[in-house]
């Protein structure tokens, strides 16, 4: 079972590479549930797994990512934000969650375990990094050899053109900014989705998107 920060119950099934949510009769899954089952699948997700949430805020995604690794995973969730931190270790204590393990990182560092993970997602966090080369230095050091790193991050139509000073003031960064620093840091990529997600309003819309990217062979 997974419980979602609107406190609704929803229970997630995997078939194969597929997950599906199945709330409780009469209710409707929320807080983000669309776009889980698909970061799920991006980050092969599953039990046994081992996950770093780089970014990872007050632990909405680390709490999710926990349930679905059971039994035997583990998520790490590193942030600068000691209040986040502080906030998600609340949760996890009222959630009696066991295998949620907390770091605070630095601006260019998430302190993670060398060669320890099978997986490191970013969501909506890479723009507000002020240190990508060493962080992706960092992660990729921390990736198993056939570890995935998986960027979500979002961008209206409207602020594609503009510079990356605009873009990250507004808190967003287009996707094509991402994929050249992850090139630049010894990645390959091996998926891209530029409308991963809807984002923004009808007057003013745009995407969330997806990148999966691996160490590139040297």
């Known amino acids: 079972m997974i419980r979602l920060a609107s406190r609704i119950v929803c229970r997630l099934r995997g078939k194969g590479d597929r997950y599906d949510w199945f709330p409780p009769q009469g209710r409707r899954c929320s807080g983000g549930s669309l776009a889980l089952p698909k970061l799920f699948e991006a980050l092969d997700a599953k039990p046994g797994a081992r996950i770093a949430d780089v970014g990872s805020g007050d632990g909405f995604y680390s709490m999710q990512i926990a349930s679905v690794i059971t039994p035997g995973g583990r998520v790490t969730a590193s942030d600068i934000d000691q209040e986040g931190l502080d906030r998600l270790n609340n949760r996890i204590k009222s959630e009696k969650l066991t295998n949620i393990d907390v770091v605070l990182g630095r601006p260019d560092d998430p302190l993670l375990e060398t060669n320890a993970y099978d997986a490191v997602l970013i969501r909506n966090a890479y723009h507000e ?90």
Not at 155 to 183: C, F, N, P, W, Y
């Open 129 to 218: 990094m002020t240190e990508h080369e060493s962080m992706l230095r960092h992660i990729r050091e921390a990736l198993k050899a056939d570890g995935r790193l998986v960027i979500s991050d979002r961008i209206l139509e409207s602020r594609r053109d503009a510079t990356l000073k605009e873009q990250v003031a507004v808190h967003q960064i287009a996707s094509d900014t991402v994929a050249g620093e992850l090139r630049a840091a010894g990645f390959e990529i091996q998926r891209r989705d530029e409308s991963f997600e809807p984002f923004g309003q009808a007057e003013s819309h745009g995407h969330y998107w997806l990148i999966v990217a691996v160490k590139a062979k040297e």
